[in-house]
């Protein structure tokens, strides 16, 4: 019993769980890069999705809606892109 609850030790739950917060935001960042790189065909496509995350990730109410406007437009733009590459729309089953 002594064993598990070594194992199950709250303070490395939180440091793990916290590790696991970083890769997942690491990934969106990189994921968000390559859609606004797509969408642009620039790196500066890039780095205008990064910035347009960082302000909806942001507690002001403008600079949220700002940036989820501005992801929306590359989302958007990057769709062409995306079904150029692939053959169909996604989202679409065919």
Known sequence: MQRLKDKLNP????????????????LTKVGVAVIGYQANKSWTGSLTALIALRLAESNN??????????????????????????????????
């Open 11 to 26: 303070q490395l739950l939180l440091q793990a769980a916290a590790k696991l917060d970083s890769v997942i935001s690491a």
């Open 61 to 94: 109410l403008a600079a949220g809606v700002a940036g989820v406007a501005t992801l929306t437009a590359i989302g958007l733009g990057a769709i062409p892109r995306t079904a150029q590459t692939s053959g169909r729309l996604p989202g679409v089953i065919l």
